[in-house]
C-alpha cells in the first residue's frame, strides 16, 4: 500500500482529506460500537467504561506499532473485528461473557485509532494540522452518528465499518 | 510495559496529567449537564461537540498560547469550571425561560428557548471546559518529542483517569470532585505555576468541596421551585451515579423523585396508574408470579403485593430503588412485604438471561424521551419481553400521551405492541392508554367482560378498545425498532 514519505509533500489536500476521512470513520466507528453493546449485550455503565478501555488501550498498542505497514494492514483488520463483534452479538446477544472478545475487537479498532498519527505525521509540517483535520473529521462523524443511533439504528451498525475501510483504503490506493 | 511510560521530563507529567485530567472532567462535566439540559443524551451531544470542536481550535492555536499566559489561564480555567458544574442547572432555566416566554409572544415553539439555552451552554463548556488540554500535545512535538512516545503518555493518563471514575464515583461525588482538583492543580504545577498560586488555588477549591453538597441542594430547590412552580422545603436524598443524578423533593403535599432534574414519579394519591397497569392486570390473572421491570416509587407493589406470590423488581440502577425504598415506602410497602426480590440489571439483559417465566410482566420504565430508554419500547424488546410471559400471561404498559390527535407517539407504540403480541385488548382513560397483551394462550374477553372486572369505583371514563378496532385506528403508523427510536422520542 503506502509508505510515510517526506514532510516535503505536506500540506497536499489529499493528505488533509486522508486524516479528515479516518477520524469520520473513527467516530463512526467508535459509536457503532458503543451502540452495538448498548442494543445487543447491556446498558450497564460497565459495559462503556469496559469498551473505553479497550479502546484506549488498542489506541497505545496502535500507537507503538512499530511496522510501517501496520496502519493499511488495520483499516483492513478494523471492520473484519468490527463484523466479527457484530456477527458474536448477533448469533449470541446478551451472553455478558462476550465482553472480553467483543473488546479485544475494539481493542482493533482503538489499534487503527492509534496506528493513523505515526503514519500520516511525516506528512504534515507539524502535528497540530494532522491532529486538527483528523479531529475535525471526527466531530462530522459523531454529529452523523447521533442522527443514524436515533433514526438509522440498523445502518449505523452495518454500513460506516465497510464504507469507512473503502473511503480510507480508496484514499491510500490513489497516493501511491 | 506501564514502567516505560513513567513521564520522563515536565513536559511529559503535564502530558499525562492532561489525560488524567480530562477523562475526570469529562464524566463531571457530562454528568452535571445532564441535569442542566434535562436530557442525557443531549447533554452528551453537546458535551461531545464542545470537547471536540474545541480540541480543534486548542490545536489551531497550541503554538500561539505563550507559556505566561498558559499558567496565568490555568487557574483561572478551574475556577471557571468549578463554578460551571454548579451554574449550569440555574443558567440553562435563566437563559431559557425568557426565550421561551418570547417564543409563546410570537406563536413560536417554546423549545426555542431550550435550544438557546443549549447553545449558550455549548459555547460556556467549548471555552472553560477542554480548550487547554489539548495545547499540550503539538507543543511538546514541535519541541522535538517523539509523536509515539508523547502521544502514549498522554493515552496513559487516560487509561489511569478511565480507571479512578468509577472508584471515586462509587466513593462519592465529593471524592471525584476532590480527584479532578488534585489532578489539576499538579498539573498547573507541572507548567510552572507558581507554588503560592497552586496552594490558594487549592485552598480554594478545598473550601468549594467541603460546600458542594449544601449548595448544589440549594440551587435544585431554586431551579425546581422556578421551573416546575413547587414549593420545595427539602431534598432528604441526592446522589450522582453513573446513570443519573437521583433526588428526592419533598413538598409539603407529596414527594417527588428526579432523575437528572426531570420529575420521574410523585405520589399519586388516587393511585389511578398503578390500578390500570398493575392491579387491574394481576386480579384478571388471579395469583400471578410479576416482573416489574423498572421501579420508580413503586406503587404498583404496594398494590398487588398481598395478592401475588411473588414480584421480580429489576431496574438499572440500583440507587433508584434504594432511593424509592425509602422515601415512598408508604406507597410500596416494601419493608412489610416478603415476597418480592431485586435485581440490579437492564430490562433487556435480564429478559434475555432469565430462564424464569412470568404472568404477568408490568413495564413501568420513563416513557421513550431518550434513546437508552426507547431502546425498551422496540420491537425487538417487546419480543424478548413475549419470551418470558407463561402461557395466557399479560404484558402491561403504559402511554400517558392521547391516543388521537397530532402526536403519534401512542399509536406507533400501539402499532408496534401489535406487531409482537398475537392477542391483546386495551384500556383507554381520559389521554392515558394501558396495553395488555399476551401470546397465543391469553383470551380476549369482550369489552363488558373487561369492564365488569374493572373495581367499580374506578370505571368511570374507562374505555376498551378490541384488537380489531385499534388495528384500524394505528394502520399506516411506524413500527418502532433500534432503527429509529428517534420516531418515538422526538414524535
Known amino acids: 500500500m503506502t509508505e510515510p514519505v517526506p514532510a516535503r509533500s505536506a500540506g497536499r489536500f489529499a493528505d488533509s482529506l486522508l486524516a479528515f476521512t479516518t477520524g469520520l470513520w473513527l467516530a463512526l466507528l467508535q459509536c457503532a460500537y458503543f451502540f452495538l453493546l448498548e ?22 498498542a496502535g500507537l507503538n506499532l512499530a511496522a510501517p505497514r501496520a496502519f493499511p494492514a488495520l483499516v483492513v483488520a478494523a471492520p473484519l473485528a468490527y463484523y466479527a463483534a457484530l ?26 485509532a ?52 473503502l473511503a480510507v483504503g480508496g484514499l491510500l490506493l490513489s497516493r501511491r | 510495559m506501564f514502567s516505560a511510560l513513567r513521564p520522563a521530563t515536565r513536559g511529559e507529567g503535564s502530558l499525562f496529567l492532561a489525560g488524567v485530567n480530562l477523562m475526570l472532567l469529562n464524566f463531571l462535566m457530562v454528568q452535571h449537564a445532564a441535569v442542566a439540559i434535562r436530557q442525557a443524551e443531549v447533554a452528551v451531544i453537546i458535551f461531545s461537540l464542545a470537547y471536540f470542536l474545541v480540541l480543534s481550535l486548542g490545536y489551531a492555536v497550541s503554538d500561539r498560547l505563550s507559556p505566561a499566559l498558559l499558567r496565568a489561564l490555568l487557574p483561572l480555567f478551574l475556577g471557571a469550571q468549578l463554578l460551571l458544574l454548579l451554574a449550569l442547572q440555574p443558567l440553562q432555566y435563566l437563559l431559557a425561560a425568557p426565550v421561551a416566554r418570547w417564543a409563546a409572544r410570537h406563536a413560536l415553539p417554546a423549545l426555542l428557548g ?25 507543543r511538546l512535538t514541535a519541541a522535538g518529542a517523539g509523536l509515539r512516545r508523547c502521544y502514549s503518555v498522554e493515552v496513559a493518563g487516560s487509561l489511569l483517569g478511565l480507571l479512578l471514575v468509577p472508584v471515586l464515583a462509587a466513593v462519592s461525588h465529593e471524592a471525584l470532585l476532590a ?43 431554586w431551579c425546581y421551585t422556578r421551573i416546575y412552580g413547587w414549593e420545595v422545603t427539602a431534598l432528604p436524598f441526592v446522589s450522582y451515579t453513573p446513570y443519573h ?29 398503578a390500578y390500570y397497569v398493575a392491579e387491574f392486570p394481576a386480579r384478571l390473572l388471579g395469583a400471578p408470579h410479576v416482573a416489574l421491570l423498572g421501579c420508580g416509587s413503586m406503587s404498583t407493589v404496594g398494590l398487588i403485593g398481598d395478592f401475588v406470590p411473588s414480584i421480580r423488581i429489576v431496574d438499572l440502577d440500583e440507587q433508584v430503588f434504594s432511593a424509592s425504598r425509602t422515601h415512598f415506602q408508604a406507597f410500596n410497602r416494601l419493608d412489610s412485604l416478603r415476597n418480592w ?19 404477568l410482566i408490568l413495564h413501568d420504565i420513563p416513557p421513550a424521551r431518550s434513546r437508552q430508554v426507547a431502546l425498551t419500547y422496540t420491537e425487538e424488546f417487546f419480543r424478548l419481553v ?30 408496534t405492541l401489535g406487531r409482537v403480541f398475537p392477542h391483546y385488548f386495551v384500556l383507554v382513560r381520559h389521554d392515558s392508554c394501558y396495553f395488555y397483551g399476551g401470546g397465543a394462550g391469553l383470551r380476549e374477553p369482550t369489552g363488558a367482560e373487561l369492564l365488569a372486572a374493572v373495581a367499580p369505583g374506578r370505571r368511570h371514563g374507562v374505555k376498551f378498545y378490541s384488537r380489531a378496532q385499534i388495528e384500524a385506528l394505528v394502520a399506516g403508523e411506524k413500527i418502532v425498532t433500534i432503527s429509529n427510536v428517534g420516531d418515538l422520542i422526538y414524535d
Not at chain 1, 442494543?39 to 497505545?60: K, P, V
Not at chain 2, 503560592?196 to 448544589?216: C, P
Not at chain 2, 403504559?398 to 402499532?415: F, I, K, N, Q, V
Request: charged share 10%; aromatic share 12%; glycine share 10%.
Open chain 2, 341 to 359: 426480590t431485586f435485581t440490579p440489571n437492564d430490562a433487556k439483559n435480564f429478559l434475555a438471561n432469565s430462564a424464569e417465566s412470568f404472568d
Open chain 2, 386 to 415: 413475549l419470551a418470558r410471559l407463561s402461557p395466557g400471561g399479560i404484558f402491561s404498559i403504559s402511554s400517558l400521551t392521547p391516543l388521537a390527535g397530532d402526536l403519534h407517539y401512542s399509536r406507533r407504540l400501539l402499532a
Open chain 1, 87 to 112: 456477527g458474536g452479538l448477533a448469533v449470541f446477544p446478551y451472553h455478558l461473557w462476550l465482553l472480553a472478545p467483543v473488546g479485544a475487537c475494539i481493542a482493533v479498532a482503538g489499534a487503527l
Open chain 2, 114 to 138: 431550550d435550544i438557546a439555552a443549549g447553545a449558550v451552554l455549548c459555547v460556556l463548556l467549548t471555552v472553560c471546559a477542554t480548550s487547554l488540554y489539548a495545547v499540550f500535545l503539538p
Open chain 2, 179 to 221: 480527584g479532578y482538583c488534585a489532578v489539576f492543580l499538579a498539573l498547573a504545577r507541572s507548567v510552572g505555576v507558581g507554588r503560592w498560586l497552586v496552594g490558594a488555588t487549592a485552598l480554594a477549591a478545598a473550601a468549594y468541596i467541603a460546600g458542594f453538597s449544601a449548595a448544589d441542594r440549594a440551587i435544585a430547590r
Open chain 1, 39 to 60: 442494543a445487543y449485550l447491556t446498558s450497564r455503565a460497565t459495559s462503556f467504561f469496559i469498551a473505553l478501555f479497550f479502546w484506549l488501550g488498542g489506541f497505545l
Open chain 1, 114 to 165: 492509534g496506528a493513523f498519527f505515526p503514519f500520516a505525521a511525516s506528512r504534515f509540517p507539524g502535528l497540530k494540522i494532522l491532529l486538527l483535520h483528523e479531529n475535525n473529521g471526527f466531530v462530522l462523524g459523531l454529529l452523523l452518528s447521533l442522527l443514524g443511533l436515533v433514526f438509522h439504528g440498523r445502518l449505523l451498525l452495518t454500513l460506516p465499518p465497510v464504507l469507512g475501510a
Open chain 2, 245 to 273: 443524578k437521583i433526588e428526592i423533593a419533598s413538598g409539603p403535599a407529596q414527594s417527588r423523585l428526579l432523575l437528572n432534574g426531570r420529575r420521574q414519579f410523585a405520589t399519586d394519591p388516587s393511585r389511578a396508574y
